[in-house]
């Protein structure tokens, strides 16, 4: 249920509907709009149905959000304003696009280094980089785990770059969070639940991927289950969903990034890399993905890709990097985004 309240409704009014709201044992989310501010009533159907505020001092009316998901729906944001998040220092969402970029996985000092100075000088918000991997066999590199953290923490002592790494596993959560700005929550692990809780309750920034075979509805759902904790720094991440076709790795799903948007006040990014599994389909991907609106872009990068352990074939090489970011700032701009910088 959501309480929009009237552009005159006083503190003391507002107050007493949250106190109502809380006395049906629902929580009150409130935003701040320009004009007004809006209640969410989130909690058990029934009881929410008994508020009765309709007539209410200060309450202009009374509407259901429809939608199973509530904290991430657009519709808690009547004014249409975009979520964005301040995150070390850079923004995303609204007009803010963030260049996500960095290899697949840590593997080495000089690759982390040398991949964060070609990003970084060439307009990257943040860096990516795995120290826990998600395999899919479970004899290949599972990542370089606590030594990888490790090193991510040096590419933001020297770079200054916020950090984007996954985390798979609750038991490594304080190692992650020592470095992470934002934790990446991967595909597979979209419908983890308990994964999802925990990190809603860091109050960490959250990039989560949607499943190889989700909808948008259950990627939603799985952004509720870290908003509902009090995090509300969800970022939704299309990587590419499993189709019929085998030319390429998964099928990049564009519609989600208008569509998401209108569901969602999250910002959208989208993952060129995963999705195609070739660097040749990156750069196209990337430009369809910014000019359709979306609010970053998460893109695997290597300095020698042929020697990566993870995914070199769809990494772009780190010499060619500077000449894809501009064409990516290009395309955000046909989009009124312009690159967020520190
Ligand atoms: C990754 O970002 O390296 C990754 C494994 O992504 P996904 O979870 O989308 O497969
Ligand atoms: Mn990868």
Do not use: W
């Amino acid at each position: 249920m959501m309480i929009v309240m009237k552009p005159t409704a006083t503190q003391e009014e507002i107050d007493h509907v949250i106190a109502r709201v809380h006395s049906v044992g629902a929580r009150a989310h409130v935003s701040k709009g320009e004009e007004v501010v809006v209640i969410g009533a989130i909690g058990d159907r029934e009881h929410v149905a008994r508020l009765e505020l309709e007539g209410a001092p200060g309450v202009s009316q009374v509407v259901p959000i429809l939608k199973p998901y509530k904290l991430s729906s657009s519709q808690l944001r009547p004014g249409g304003e975009r979520s964005v998040f301040e995150i070390g220092g850079r923004r995303i969402g609204g007009e803010h696009f963030a260049l996500i970029a960095g290899p697949c996985t840590v593997e080495s000092r000089e690759q982390v280094l040398e991949t964060a100075a070609v990003v970084k000088d060439a307009g990257a918000a943040m860096f990516r980089g795995g120290a826990y991997k998600p395999r899919t066999s479970p004899y290949a590199f599972q990542g370089l785990g606590q030594a990888g953290l490790r090193l991510l923490a040096e590419v933001k002592a020297i770079h200054g770059m916020p950090i984007v790494t996954e985390l798979m596993d609750v038991r490594d959560l304080e190692a992650v969070l020592e470095v992470a700005d934002v934790i990446q929550i991967g595909a597979r692990n979209m419908q983890n639940y308990t994964l999802l809780a925990e990190v809603g309750r860091t109050g960490c920034p959250v990039l989560l991927k949607r499943g190889l075979s989700a909808t948008l509805e259950e990627l939603l759902m799985a952004a509720e289950y870290v908003l509902k904790e009090g995090n509300e720094k969800v970022i939704l991440c299309e990587r590419g969903i499993r189709t019929f076709e085998t030319a390429y790795r998964f099928t990049l799903d564009l519609m989600a990034v208008p569509v998401l948007r209108q569901l969602s006040h999250l910002p959208v990014v989208v993952d060129p890399s995963h999705a195609a599994g070739r660097r040749d389909l990156v750069a196209p991907l990337s430009l369809a993905a910014a000019a359709a609106g979306a609010d970053g872009i998460i893109v695997e990068v290597h300095p020698n890709p042929e020697e990566a352990i993870c995914d070199g074939p769809q990494a772009l090489r780190a010499d060619e990097f500077a000449e894809y970011a501009a064409s990516v700032e290009r395309a955000a701009a046909v989009a009124g985004k312009a690159f967020t910088t520190a």
